[in-house]
Nanobody, 125 residues
Framework: QVQLVDTGGGLAQAGGSLRLSCAAS????????VAWFRQAPGKEREFVAA????????HYADSVKGRFSISRDRAASSVHLQMNNLKFEDTAVYYC??????????????????WGQGTQVTVSS
């Protein structure tokens, strides 16, 4: 069992930055792929970024590529999402998730077993 806690959300201006953190407790976190998803009001949950267990491979949605960066801190059992050059359309609740998806399914939320409670990100235009 893995428990995830998302923190770091808040209010930012367009063009600003925020850093989200996903802190894990429980067994085996280092063996899981960790991803961030987000859900805006009235919209479906969408993939944002993922990092493999090895930490060597990152994947990004086209909408955030070049602006967001995902990283993992093995010693602290945490994963971070650095969000730069924020846009109004980045406003959403952000969730971290852990699972073992195959590469072709890494963007599929159904492939993740454990989820954080979510953290609100609001970007003002």
């Amino acid at each position: 069992q893995v428990q995830l806690v998302d923190t770091g959300g808040g209010l930012a201006q367009a063009g600003g930055s925020l850093r989200l953190s996903c802190a894990a407790s429980g067994q085996g976190f280092s063996t899981y792929t960790v991803a961030w998803f987000r859900q805006a009001p009235g919209k479906e949950r969408e993939f944002v970024a993922a990092i493999r267990a090895s930490g060597g491979t990152q994947h990004y949605a086209d909408s955030v590529k070049g602006r967001f960066s995902i990283s993992r801190d093995r010693a602290a059992s945490s994963v971070h999402l650095q969000m730069n050059n924020l846009k109004f359309e980045d406003t959403a609740v952000y969730y971290c998730a852990a699972g073992r998806p195959i590469l072709s399914a890494i963007r599929n939320s159904g492939m993740y077993y454990y989820w954080g409670q979510g953290t609100q990100v609001t970007v003002s235009s």
